[in-house]
């Protein structure tokens, strides 16, 4: 049983996003690679462990000072192992104050059969922040042919702009995963699901709906299912697939489209999800 803590700030300095504060403590590691051209800084978060086990806890706490831009991601798929009774708890705090922007796109999480996870991300918004971010989870190890048919799995985001709850978004699977997950009213069979929210900043929700449904719709298959909403000034989309690569590939093509037409950055995801 492991506490694992990664802090992680950027601040502008000398008008260049810059680092500015960083603790970390076993298993969690961060790295900071170079950043393609025009990219903002990069931020990569590894478990050493190798994967996470009942009773571990992971701390990860993201901070983007006014004005700054940077972009958090992991170095590969995170790995929920079988528990033994206990739950392997992530709290994510991610905080974007004024005029500041953050990509927060961490690569799949795995969810082994027989493993539990409570997993929590809040996200504060300051005035005109910008934020692209989500998560993409696996049911089990599909290439051995296994399923996540028991156990435990908790997933909760919620976004605060100016302190205040915007909007809020929970699922918990637990009794019956199976019978759950094969529901063709709650998961249809899926391999994998996914969520992506779009804080624009100063720029419309509304405006970005059209053309990232027109980006949707070019990744759909009979094995992949995909919606996009704005609600309380966000952009919020999600995909089922029973075929996680067809899920990862239709969540970059959205995360560049979204990062070029919102954020003004590259259209391009970094090296890291390319391996």
């Known amino acids: 049983m492991t506490d694992g803590i990664a802090e992680i700030r950027f601040a502008m300095r000398g008008g260049t996003t810059r680092l500015a504060h960083l603790y970390q403590c076993d298993p969690l590691r961060v790295l900071f690679p170079a950043p393609d051209e025009n990219d903002p800084p990069l931020a990569v978060i590894l478990t050493t462990s190798g994967g996470l086990v ?3 806890r992971l701390d990860v706490v993201v901070e983007i000072a006014p004005g700054a831009v940077a972009h958090v991601t992991t170095s590969a798929a995170e790995k929920i192992y079988r528990s033994t009774g206990r739950t392997t708890t992530i709290s994510q705090n991610l905080s974007v104050a004024s005029g500041a922007v953050l990509e927060f796109l961490p690569l799949e999480t795995i969810v082994f059969d027989g493993a539990g996870l409570q997993r929590k991300t809040v996200l504060h918004l300051g005035p005109g922040a910008a934020f692209l971010g989500g998560d993409i989870v696996v049911f089990g190890r599909r ?6 048919v028991t156990g435990f799995l908790r997933e909760v985001w919620e976004v605060h702009k100016d302190g205040e709850l915007v909007w809020g978004d929970a699922l918990q699977l637990d009794d019956n995963i199976g019978s759950i997950i094969d529901d063709p009213a709650c998961f249809d069979g899926a391999a994998a ?3 992506m929210i779009l804080s624009p900043g100063s720029a419309s929700a509304q405006d970005l709906i059209d053309a990232a449904r027109v980006v949707q719709a070019a990744a759909a298959t009979t094995a992949l ?5 704005v609600i309380a000034g966000l952009v919020v989309a999600r995909w089922l697939a029973s075929d996680p690569s067809l899920l990862r590939k239709a969540y970059a093509d959205l995360a560049c489209h979204f990062r070029s037409a919102a954020l003004g950055l590259p ?3 970094p090296r890291v999800w390319h391996i």
């Open 54 to 56: 009942s009773g571990d």
């Open 143 to 148: 290439a051995r042919g296994e399923r996540f």
């Open 193 to 195: 699901f996914a969520i």
């Open 225 to 229: 299912h995909s919606g996009v909403t």
């Open 267 to 269: 259209l391009h995801l």
